[in-house]
Nanobody, 124 residues
Framework: QVQLVESGGGLVQAGGSLRLSCAAS????????MGWFRQAPGKEREFVAA????????DCADSVKGRFTISRNNARNTLYLQMNSLKPEDTAVYYC?????????????????WGQGTQVTVSS
């Protein structure tokens, strides 16, 4: 199984940028499709972005389209989320997730492995 550790969260002003990283270990990273999800206080965990195991296909939520970019480096066993033009409504705990198959999903329940999360706070 794979272990996931997120990093890169923090406090940023609206309009700023952050890059989240997710380091994977314990299994062959390139065997997993990966996703980013987020959860704000009092809300359900929601899909942000996902990527196939090769990196050839990606998808993202309408709310972040044009602002966030998901990518991966299989040689470095690392998943990334570049977040630009951040808004206060992007404030949440961000989680990376993995499922052992080639194609990604936008559904929380389809992912088998999760990191501990990293807090992103965007001030207005």
């Amino acid at each position: 199984q794979v272990q996931l550790v997120e990093s890169g969260g923090g406090l940023v002003q609206a309009g700023g940028s952050l890059r989240l990283s997710c380091a994977a270990s314990g299994s062959t990273f390139s065997s997993y499709a990966m996703g980013w999800f987020r959860q704000a206080p009092g809300k359900e965990r929601e899909f942000v972005a996902a990527i196939s195991w090769s990196g050839g296909r990606t998808d993202c939520a309408d709310s972040v389209k044009g602002r966030f970019t998901i990518s991966r480096n299989n040689a470095r066993n690392t998943l990334y989320l570049q977040m630009n033009s951040l808004k206060p409504e992007d404030t949440a705990v961000y989680y990376c997730s993995a499922v052992r198959r080639s194609y990604y999903s936008t559904a929380v329940d389809d992912y088998d492995y999760w990191g501990q999360g990293t807090q992103v706070t965007v001030s207005s």
